[in-house]
């Protein structure tokens, strides 16, 4: 594949034998106020054996010194640092080449993990033989847990196992984190995040998805989402936005045909609105409309 290729030759590896059930992978960029929180809903885990990766993405708040102090006192947690801000992407791909365990789980500094979530989607993914696993996702307000958002994008209610295009609850890969995923399939298949901006990981999940021999969805909610202000997009993210649907695109190709129909049909209205939330000049507007056109 034209546009991957590049990107995923470094990370190409046979994964080694584990005792660690699951790396949880956590990438850090100034989010001090919530760190702690996030950490000790990992850390609370039961029934399955854990490393949690952390990395640090260069933050200058008080966030390297609160990983550092748990990783003091928790043998479970590992830190990394890059010198400098590299982005979610490239984070995450660090993230990807420290862990050990036999599973990879993505978590978000700034959201949590529900009680035993990660046994759960790890008891389906042995029970299934399953490569990947998805859970629901929650959303945090306050200190109060919300019910599941986007509904249009649950699951059907009972879990169900099979290949891609026998589950269209999936064919829109979002919600990266809810997500346990075969360390030795993401490995052995090159499975990296482009250097996107935005859209990083729909592109991911695709090409996880499109590459799994057995995929397992269950009704639980696995994963807290923290919504936060973002400031308003530039032309770069908006850029990369595109890009991501071009990509995802190039991914489902023929094969999965049917499954691109339905990510056109919900991500040309998102991106619509992304470019319309963004801080662009009128020509810039026009161009990249143009170019949603054209997916």
Same mark, same amino acid.
């Given at each position: 594949?034209?546009?991957?290729?590049?990107?995923?030759?470094?990370?190409? $590896?046979?994964?080694? @034998?584990?005792?660690?059930?699951?790396?949880?992978?956590?990438?850090?960029?100034?989010?001090?106020?919530?760190?702690? =929180?996030?950490?000790?809903?990992?850390?609370?885990?039961?029934?399955?054996?854990?490393?949690?990766?952390?990395?640090?993405?260069?933050?200058?708040?008080?966030?390297?010194?609160?990983?550092?102090?748990?990783?003091?006192?928790?043998?479970?947690?590992?830190?990394?640092?890059?010198?400098?801000?590299?982005?979610?992407?490239?984070?995450?791909?660090?993230?990807?080449?420290?862990?050990?365990?036999?599973?990879?789980?993505?978590?978000?500094?700034?959201?949590?993990?529900?009680?035993?979530?990660?046994?759960?989607?790890?008891?389906?993914?042995?029970?299934?033989?399953?490569?990947?696993?998805?859970? @629901?996702?929650?959303?945090?307000?306050?200190?109060?847990?919300?019910?599941?958002?986007?509904?249009?994008?649950?699951?059907?209610?009972?879990?169900?196992?099979?290949?891609?295009?026998?589950?269209?609850?999936?064919?829109?890969?979002?919600?990266?984190?809810?997500?346990?995923?075969?360390?030795?399939?993401?490995?052995?298949?090159?499975?990296?995040?482009?250097?996107?901006?935005?859209?990083?990981?729909?592109?991911?999940?695709?090409?996880?998805?499109?590459?799994?021999?057995?995929?397992?969805?269950?009704?639980?909610?696995?994963?807290?989402?923290?919504?936060?202000?973002?400031?308003?997009?530039?032309? =770069?993210?908006?850029?990369?936005?595109?890009?991501?649907?071009?990509?995802?695109?190039?991914?489902?190709?023929?094969?999965?045909?049917?499954?691109?129909?339905?990510?056109?049909?919900?991500?040309?209205?998102?991106?619509?609105?992304?470019?319309?939330? $963004?801080?662009?000049?009128?020509?810039?507007?026009?161009?990249?409309?143009?170019?949603?056109?054209?997916?």
């Amino acid at each position: 594949m034209r546009i991957l290729n590049s990107l995923t030759a470094p990370f190409r $590896a046979r994964a080694r @034998e584990s005792d660690v059930d699951i790396s949880v992978i956590v990438p850090v960029f100034n989010k001090a106020q919530y760190l702690e =929180q996030c950490l000790d809903s990992i850390l609370a885990q039961e029934n399955v054996s854990l490393e949690i990766v952390c990395i640090d993405d260069g933050s200058s708040d008080a966030a390297p010194e609160i990983l550092n102090r748990y990783a003091r006192s928790h043998s479970k947690i590992r830190v990394a640092k890059n010198r400098r801000n590299r982005g979610a992407a490239i984070t995450r791909n660090l993230g990807i080449s420290l862990a050990r365990g036999q599973f990879i789980q993505f978590t978000d500094s700034d959201d949590l993990l529900p009680t035993d979530s990660l046994a759960y989607l790890h008891e389906a993914a042995c029970r299934t033989g399953s490569n990947v696993v998805k859970g @629901e996702l929650g959303r945090l307000k306050n200190s109060d847990i919300a019910d599941q958002i986007y509904s249009s994008l649950r699951t059907s209610g009972e879990e169900k196992v099979g290949a891609l295009l026998q589950m269209s609850e999936l064919w829109i890969p979002w919600f990266h984190t809810t997500y346990l995923i075969s360390r030795e399939l993401v490995l052995q298949r090159g499975i990296v995040y482009p250097r996107l901006s935005a859209g990083e990981d729909p592109v991911f999940i695709a090409l996880v998805l499109t590459r799994a021999k057995i995929i397992c969805s269950i009704p639980r909610v696995t994963y807290y989402y923290r919504p936060v202000q973002r400031p308003r997009p530039k032309a =770069q993210a908006v850029t990369d936005y595109l890009r991501h649907a071009e990509m995802v695109r190039e991914i489902y190709g023929r094969t999965y045909s049917e499954c691109w129909a339905a990510y056109r049909a919900f991500i040309t209205q998102n991106i619509s609105e992304y470019i319309a939330e $963004a801080d662009l000049t009128v020509r810039q507007i026009n161009r990249m409309r143009r170019r949603l056109a054209k997916l």
